[in-house]
């Protein structure tokens, strides 16, 4: 169990908050669109930058990828699962996430946080260049500042003033979160299964 003050590994909205009504100054890393020339910038946060890894002998091109096989395989999908495997760019898989048979909302919302953190241990895991990026964020806030996703981001763009203020955003910021788990876990990686966290069952969908 880690013994890092709950501002330096934050677990959701509520944790933020307390920590700046503690008085902390938090720092923030927003991102939201991806690379695809190879630099490593804020971008490879991203679900779609280009960063493939492999788990358990499959390939998989970006972290997206991942998560919606892993969707369509949760409800036995074999079909779709396999056709996200083959998808080029990540478009396309999100797309056929979309699309899974025998979706059911409440058993996605119980898996998808935990999914999307192995996806990110994996990536930045195995890719050096990723990992010393994502270790080099110290204990900066992760946002993901996307003003259309008020699941995985907040809802807001970067150069809106209340992207830096979690009191004030319109979104969960899950993949912000799922990284900064995964920052933590990549510290530490004598700790038993790293993705074993608190699922963060939220309601929305995606």
């Known amino acids: 169990m880690s013994t890092q003050p709950p501002h330096t590994h934050p677990r959701d909205i509520g944790q933020l908050n307390r ?4 008085g902390v100054r938090l720092k923030f890393v927003f991102f939201w669109k991806h690379r695809s020339d190879g630099v490593v910038d804020a971008g490879c946060l991203s679900q779609w930058a280009p960063s493939p890894f492999t788990v358990d ?12 096989w892993r969707k369509a395989t949760l409800f036995g999908d074999t079909g779709t ?8 760019h990540p478009h396309r898989p999100q797309t056929l996430g979309r699309q ?25 895991g195995q890719d050096p260049a990723l990992r010393e990026f994502l270790l ?14 008020p699941i995985w981001g907040v809802g807001l763009a970067c150069d809106n003033p209340d992207a830096a203020v979690p009191d004030r955003w319109r979104g969960l910021n899950l993949l912000g979160f799922a990284l900064m788990d995964a ?23 995606r």
Not at 100 to 124: C, M, N, P
Not at 139 to 149: G, H, I, K, T, W
Not at 186 to 193: M, Q
């Open 19 to 22: 920590a700046l009504a503690d």
């Open 57 to 68: 002998g499959l390939d998989f091109a970006t972290a997206e990828h991942y998560m919606m």
């Open 81 to 88: 699962a396999e056709r996200i495997l083959a998808a080029g």
């Open 100 to 124: 899974v048979a025998g979706f059911d909302q409440r058993t996605w919302e119980e898996h998808r946080y935990d999914i999307v953190l192995a996806a990110s241990v994996a990536k930045f």
């Open 136 to 149: 080099g964020t110290g204990d900066r806030v992760l946002v993901e500042a996307s003003p259309v996703d």
């Open 183 to 205: 920052r933590a876990a990549l510290r530490e990686p004598t700790t038993p299964d790293a993705a074993a966290t608190t699922p963060r069952s939220r309601s929305r969908s």
